[in-house]
């Protein structure tokens, strides 16, 4: 009796299942590995949810092997692509790591330069120009402020008797040893910081009088100030600015001394022996 022929199937529905599980993970490798080689996450949520995946991927990939095993499959080509998918799963790992270090120095660099650019903002210039038209008059001009150095002292307070310069290496002063104009520049301002304006007639009592015009100007506005220095009264503290600083930048508010401040700053100068 003829014996029936028999068909040998290797691929039986067990072995289908095992290698379809592997397609699946190589599929999900693909398209993580993808993702992240093609684009640049933009901040740290989605590292982290590319990590979750890779490593979701490499829990697939255990699984894949631990299945081989069961199945008796030693197919070595097989086992070697499992292998190489959990090597570069876990080099995509390493990777985001490092760039979520990255991204963390980035933003730490961001905010440094936003701090820097909101100083630059605030610090913002402005100048007083004094102007006089008396032969021989030796006129000073001097700005006190509030501004401490980094021993924490204030520049000298104004001295009627004698010239007197900035305590900011910043400033610029331009004056002529025949007569007018004279000009005192703050060039970076300093947020919320108050300048008091004086102008002097250092030689009073040789002059008689002198009438002084003083201009305090900005990039959006102006004042212009008029004094008539003599003997009886050298000195003027001719106007009052303050920096004041929003989230666009710096401005600046001129303003005249009140009556109040006029007498307080008389009342010091006076106890002071000027």
């Known amino acids: 009796m003829r014996r029936k022929s028999r068909e040998i199937n290797i691929f039986n529905l067990s072995m289908m299942d095992v290698i379809s599980g592997a397609m699946g993970a190589f599929l999900i490798i693909m398209i993580v590995l993808a993702r992240y080689y093609n684009s640049d996450p933009g901040n740290k949520e989605n590292v982290e949810a590319i990590k979750a995946e890779l490593q979701s991927v490499q829990a697939r990939l255990k699984e894949i092997e631990s299945s081989f095993r069961r199945a008796g499959i ?48 605030q610090r913002r210039a402005f100048a007083v120009s004094v102007n006089w038209a008396c032969p021989g008059a030796d006129i000073d001009l001097y700005l006190w402020d509030t501004q401490k150095g980094v021993d924490g002292s204030l520049p000298e307070p104004m001295d009627p008797r004698r010239e007197q310069n900035s305590k900011w290496a910043g400033d610029l ?8 104009p004279e000009m005192w520049i703050v060039t970076s301002s300093v947020a919320q910081t108050q300048y008091k304006v004086y102008v002097k007639l250092l030689n009073a009592d040789a002059i008689g009088s002198c009438q002084v015009v003083t201009n305090v100007l900005h990039a959006k506005s102006g004042r212009r100030y008029v004094s008539t220095l003599s003997a009886a009264n050298p000195w003027q503290y001719v106007s009052r600015v303050v920096q004041t600083t929003t989230d666009d930048g710096a401005d600046f508010t001129i303003e005249d001394p009140s009556a109040a401040d006029v007498a307080a700053e008389k009342s010091a100068i006076n106890t002071a022996g000027g």
């Open 173 to 180: 002063r331009a004056e002529w040893d025949d007569g007018p």
């Open 74 to 121: 030693e197919s070595s080509d097989i086992t070697r692509a499992v292998s190489e998918a959990g090597r570069e799963v876990k080099k995509a790992e390493s990777d985001l790591d490092k760039l979520r270090e990255q991204l963390d120095q980035a933003e730490q660099e961001i905010e440094r330069l936003k701090e820097q650019q909101k100083s630059l903002l």
